[in-house]
Nanobody
Framework: QVQLVESGGGLVQFGGSLRLSCVASGFPFSMYDMSWYRQAPGKERELVATITSDGGRTNYAASVKGRFTISRDNTKDTVYLQMNSLKPDDTAVYYC?????????????WGQGTQVTVSS
């Protein structure tokens, strides 16, 4: 079955760095666009970063541009989120997402989420 297994979350100090990893299985990873979303308490889920299936294009939320970098290794079925210069506002549960559009149908898979907490 489809699995997205995340790791790398934790507690870091203001200005610190973390790298999140998400290992995929059960579907053709290299055919899927990958994204990281996050959700803070009392707030809606927001898109943080996206990378196309071949890694050719990336997109970032304005709030993280210049601080976060999304990347992928299709030989390892893994997507990463490098987070630098972390702020308390980055505190959230971070979710890995895989998406592929086939005609008008969307295949959409989610990881379990990993907590990132940034102390002030």
């Amino acid at each position: 079955q489809v699995q997205l297994v995340e790791s790398g979350g934790g507690l870091v100090q203001f200005g610190g760095s973390l790298r999140l990893s998400c290992v995929a299985s059960g579907f053709p990873f290299s055919m899927y666009d990958m994204s990281w979303y996050r959700q803070a308490p009392g707030k809606e889920r927001e898109l943080v970063a996206t990378i196309t299936s071949d890694g050719g294009r990336t997109n970032y939320a304005a709030s993280v541009k210049g601080r976060f970098t999304i990347s992928r290794d299709n030989t390892k079925d893994t997507v990463y989120l490098q987070m630098n210069s972390l702020k308390p506002d980055d505190t959230a549960v971070y979710y890995c997402n895989a998406r592929r559009t086939i005609g008008i149908k969307i295949n959409d898979y989610w990881g379990q989420g990993t907590q990132v907490t940034v102390s002030s």
